[in-house]
């Protein structure tokens, strides 16, 4: 009896211990099988740079639009933290949508309607023709001064001339870069504008006038509108930098404000091509325009070298010395460096990104033209921000053809993606950096960093001469440098202290950088009736 009492326990015994082994191999398989699945749900790159652009086909489709969430993730991030990470996860996403984030716009909004005492446009006094100069950005800004100029003289306004002439040599009309048919309805009530001469005055005598830069309202109504006593038709040699940037009447200054940001508007057909590139863009999600000011013309101009090979060098001091206009002859390359006035290389750039905090996954736009030296120069950056897009490389052969032999044409394609940015940054200050900042002020102070090159060139010397390394320490000082240069509002500056005659007006912020406080205003939100929304966008 008491020998089967023992069998039954120890069968007993037997069948707990094989459950028990049972349930924990069920229990281990259950674990492997999650753990599995979790990790199957993050994409993992191993090579950032295979990450392929959408084809043109995926694009027309909004549904297959790529989530900021899911595409790219950088390869040091790409497997699940252990629990005890999480909250430094969710820090670091914080910290990314920082980096992405306008700065605050304190209720500051368009405001450029005309005042009661705006009239209509008087009767014409004569034909104001007009030549501009120079590049896109540019010829804009001359274009909106001249609208003004033939509003204070009471002048008929004959469609300008673009600049053929520039070291571009574009051959674009007026109505290949402009809507022209809009600019002339949407001034319609501040100045007359016709597209020709009228022929009975085709071989009339004509003023040419150099227009004295930088001149108050003064200067046209008394010196330049005594000419109409003598003369039907005066034409502005010169566009840019014709009218001052301060201490002009609101009613002009809102005038110059409603005709860049509204009036001139861009082609339809450039129109139409610069909200495609956005579109592909943004199908990465937010994105950098960088305005990689490294081209052949501007490295020759300026005279910086910096990072170049002595071939390299002097070929742009070649260039520079064969440009009859280009007064400046002898430059110190490293001088112009030390004092800020170089734009920022390529790799110099890539460590101002990093040091700001943005991934390596991050959308950028090289708004340029041809960058000097190619792959070369490009190596440093593409290395850190492998994703990195261009016109060419968003846009086929065929969609760009049209655009591709007029150069003003493709920087208006950069302007438009530029200015739709998340996030723009300029290597140099330049005319389409100024051009841009000044938009996206006036659009609601989009983030824009304007990066200290004087302070930046000093740390990465250091990096360079290994005295500071890469890392926490540098970060923390670029971001310190830049915490209030990202496009917040402020006034225009006014002249620097101590300048006088012209080099005091010269050394004013320009007006199209900041519109702030001319054609800007702050109101309380229930009182916003006075709103004004950009047509050239």
Request: aromatic share 8%; hydrophobic share 35%.
């Amino acid at each position: 009896m008491l020998k089967r009492k023992n069998n039954r326990s120890i069968s007993l015994i037997r069948t707990v211990i094989s459950c028990t082994i049972f349930l924990i191999s069920i229990a281990t398989l259950l674990s492997v099988h999650l753990h599995i699945f979790l990790y199957s749900k993050v994409p993992v790159f191993s090579d950032p740079t295979a990450y392929k652009l959408p084809s043109q086909h995926e694009i027309g489709h909004h549904g297959s639009e790529l989530s900021w969430t899911q595409e790219l993730t950088p390869p040091q991030f790409s497997k699940l933290p252990p629990p005890s990470q999480k909250l430094n996860v969710a820090n670091r996403n914080r910290d990314i949508d920082k980096l992405w984030k306008a700065p605050q716009n304190k209720d500051f909004v368009p405001c450029v309607d005309p005042s009661p005492e705006y009239s209509l446009p008087t009767e014409s006094r004569g034909y104001l023709l007009v030549h501009t100069n120079g590049g896109l950005n540019q010829m804009r800004a001359g274009i909106c001064d001249m609208v003004a100029v033939a509003r204070i003289i009471n002048a008929t306004l004959v469609v300008p001339e673009l600049d053929k002439r520039s070291f571009w040599q574009d051959t674009s009309n007026f109505s290949d870069v402009f809507d022209l048919n809009h600019f002339i309805s949407a001034l319609a009530n501040d100045v007359k504008i016709i597209k020709k001469l009228p022929k009975e005055l085709a071989t009339a005598t004509r003023a040419v006038k150099h227009f004295r830069s930088w001149s108050g309202i003064e200067y046209y109504q008394d010196e330049i509108a005594r000419m109409w006593e003598d003369y039907q038709i005066i034409r502005a040699a010169k566009s840019d930098s014709r009218l001052a940037n301060n201490n002009l009447p609101p009613d002009i200054q809102k005038l110059r404000c409603r005709t860049l940001y509204g009036a001139l508007r861009f082609s339809p057909r450039i129109e139409a091509m610069g909200k495609l590139l956005v579109e592909r863009m943004r199908s990465y999600g937010p994105y950098i325009a960088l305005h990689l000011r490294y081209e052949k013309d501007m490295l020759a101009f300026s005279g910086c070298t910096h990072g170049l090979s002595s071939d390299e060098a002097d070929e742009l001091t070649l260039i520079r010395e064969n440009t009859p206009h280009w007064k400046v002859k002898d430059i110190d390359s490293r001088e112009q460096r030390s004092k800020g006035y170089c734009p920022l290389t390529p790799k110099e750039v890539g460590m101002f990104l990093t040091g700001l905090g943005y991934p390596s996954n991050t959308p950028i736009y090289i708004a340029a033209g041809e960058i000097y030296g190619g792959d070369n120069h490009m190596a440093h950056l593409l290395s850190r921000f492998p994703l990195i897009m261009s016109k060419e490389k968003i846009a086929s052969v065929e969609e760009l053809e049209p655009f591709i032999s007029h150069a003003s044409q493709m920087a208006a394609l950069d302007y438009i993606v530029s200015v739709e940015s998340d996030v723009f940054i300029p290597s140099y200050s330049g005319n389409m950096a100024r051009a841009v900042e000044g938009h996206r002020r006036f659009l609601g102070h989009r983030k824009t960093f304007s990066p200290d090159r004087k302070a930046l060139v000093h740390l990465f010397d250091r990096v360079e001469r290994g005295s500071l390394k890469e890392g926490k320490k540098l970060a923390d000082q670029i971001v310190e440098i830049h915490r209030r240069r990202q496009g917040s509002p402020r006034k225009r500056k006014g002249p620097i202290s101590g300048t006088r005659g012209m080099e005091r007006f010269r050394s004013e912020e320009a007006f199209y950088v900041n519109p702030l406080p001319d054609c800007l205003c702050q109101m309380e939100p229930a009182n916003i009736n006075n709103s004004y929304t950009s047509s050239n966008r």
